[in-house]
């Protein structure tokens, strides 16, 4: 069961990026505005949050298992320990919603 869950998930994240790479490629991204076509302000806020939560998860658990623990330092502060990836989560995912949110508007 696990391994049919992990194939399933898999296959379903290499189309995604698939249509995403294609999309990209030619400056045209009908899948999201099919996504975000909806006029129901409380959907699009759902799938704004399930998007941008996607690539914030990818990031954080890409840079946390190649390297050691994140640590940084920002306007005097540092941050170690288990701050470190909570706030560069919380920095791309606000990054990534924003993107969103200005190409909504845009079309």
Do not use: H
């Given at each position: 069961?696990?391994?049919?869950?992990?194939?399933?998930?898999?296959?379903?994240?290499?189309?995604?990026?698939?249509?995403?790479?294609?999309?990209?490629?030619?400056?045209?991204?009908?899948?999201?505005?099919?996504?975000?076509?909806?006029?129901?302000?409380?959907?699009?806020?759902?799938v704004v949050v399930g998007i941008s939560a996607i690539?914030?998860?990818?990031?954080?658990?890409?840079?946390?298992?190649?390297?050691?623990?994140?640590?940084?330092?920002?306007?005097?502060?540092?941050?170690?320990?288990?701050?470190?990836?909570?706030?560069?989560?919380?920095?791309?995912?606000?990054?990534?919603?924003?993107?969103?949110?200005?190409?909504?508007?845009?079309?």
């Open positions: 069961m696990s391994w049919t869950l992990a194939i399933n998930i898999a296959v379903f994240i290499c189309v995604g990026v698939i249509g995403a790479v294609i999309d990209w490629y030619f400056a045209r991204f009908p899948r999201l505005e099919a996504l975000t076509s909806t006029k129901n302000p409380l959907l699009q806020a759902i690539p914030a998860i990818a990031l954080v658990f890409l840079l946390t298992s190649t390297r050691c623990p994140l640590e940084f330092s920002l306007l005097g502060m540092k941050f170690k320990g288990t701050s470190g990836p909570i706030l560069l989560w919380i920095a791309t995912f606000v990054s990534v919603a924003a993107v969103i949110l200005a190409f909504l508007a845009a079309s």
